[in-house]
């Protein structure tokens, strides 16, 4: 199994990025993708997901409005389109795996890539 993300880099703030996540080694079309976040000595957080079937779900606290996340099942990818980025989402991204329809939760996710850093400062 490998999921492998990418796309992240340095932006200020109010600027845009989108991640990919490549995935491969399972069945895609049977899991719902997810996309978490780690800051510098934060614990790893849950940002959003998507279903096989294309229901989205988000942490609204954080992100609402600003990300969206999709998915293409003919190529196994899974994409997070962020916007108006600001300092405080700087983190590792990560992509994970979950057979649970709309898992939220980290331990609900059986498969992790390793991440791709985001860094928004001016």
């Known amino acids: 199994v490998q999921l492998q993300a990418s796309g992240g880099g340095s932006v200020q703030p109010g600027g845009s990025l989108r991640l990919s996540c490549a995935a491969s080694g399972f069945n895609f079309i049977t899991h719902t993708m997810g996309w978490f976040r780690q800051g510098p000595g934060k614990e790893r957080k849950f940002v959003g997901g998507i279903t096989w079937t294309g229901r989205r779900t988000y942490d609204q606290t954080s992100v609402k409005g600003r990300f969206t996340i999709s998915r293409d099942n003919a190529k196994n990818a899974v994409y997070l389109e962020m916007i108006s980025l600001k300092p405080e989402d700087t983190a590792v991204y990560y992509c994970?795996?979950?057979?649970?329809?709309?898992?939220?939760?980290?331990?609900?996710?059986?498969?992790w890539g390793r991440g791709t850093l985001v860094t928004v400062s001016s």
């Open positions: 994970a795996a979950s057979t649970s329809y709309r898992a939220t939760a980290t331990d609900e996710y059986e498969y």
